[in-house]
């Protein structure tokens, strides 16, 4: 699969913010055409291991709407950029791309385990990703970052908006009934309601909806292996 290079990765925290502050001008928050025939979902997630300073990276490809598991890809990089919150796109990016830049099957669309345009500077890693892929891309964040919101009701499918400053920035989400919400929003080339209702068709029982959340299992495993394979023998 083709990464674009958009920018260089070794690069200081104020030049990163620079980039990011170049990049939001050019973020599409409208559905492209190909939205409406989406036959493969990626999802993509990194774990981190500070003792290593290690980063996992974990793709998987999906059929859609079956949700079953076509590909899956993995990448294990030194971090090299420093922990800076708002920037883990220049930590995490480069194993991320190793890991698309093996994929044979290549996504109609891409969830991301993070935020997209609900993000300090309106350009997290799902939004990042998706102008580096060049794919529609969906932010699916536990936590909320920026911007206020009421509690959707309780039951499964309820939504409620993300406003910032008086803009609706993204969504909160009901997945399951009586269970914490999720927070969507626009990474790259798709519509809110339609990044919402990409979302629900992919949730399976659970609080994330199925690619993000195994592509958050995988890189979690892919840490806790090289872990297992650095432990010290004990007689």
């Known amino acids: 699969m083709k990464v674009l290079k958009l920018h260089p990765w070794n690069v200081s925290p104020k030049e990163a913010m620079q980039i990011q502050n170049h990049l939001r001008s050019r973020i599409v928050t409208e559905n492209v055409p190909e939205i409406s025939n989406v036959k493969r979902i990626a999802g993509a997630d990194v774990s981190y291991s500070k ?15 079956e949700l079953q598991i076509l590909e899956e890809k993995e990448a294990i990089l030194p ?30 669309l891409v969830m991301f385990d993070g935020q997209g345009i609900a993000h300090p500077r309106g350009i997290g890693i799902a939004t990042h990703m998706g ?20 509690e959707p009701e309780r039951k499964k499918g309820s939504v409620s908006p993300l406003i910032k400053n008086g803009r609706e920035i993204g969504a909160v989400v009901r997945t399951r009934e ?5 927070f969507v929003s626009i990474g790259f080339k798709i519509d809110l309601p339609t990044a919402v ?8 029982g659970y609080r994330l909806p199925e690619p993000a959340r195994k592509a958050h299992h995988f890189s979690n495993q892919l840490r806790g292996k ?3 394979f650095h432990q010290p023998t004990l007689f």
């Open 51 to 65: 003792r290593e300073n290690m980063i996992y990276a974990a793709v998987i490809i999906f059929s859609f709407p």
């Open 79 to 108: 971090a090299t950029f420093p922990y800076v919150p708002g920037l883990l796109i220049f930590r995490e990016g480069p194993a991320l791309i190793k890991a698309f830049e093996q994929i044979e099957r290549e996504p109609d």
């Open 131 to 150: 102008m580096l892929l060049d794919k529609p891309s969906i932010g699916v964040a536990k936590t909320v970052l920026v911007g206020e919101h009421d």
């Open 178 to 182: 009586d269970v914490e919400p999720v």
């Open 197 to 204: 209702d990409f979302v629900l068709k992919c949730c399976q």
């Open 226 to 228: 090289l872990k297992e």
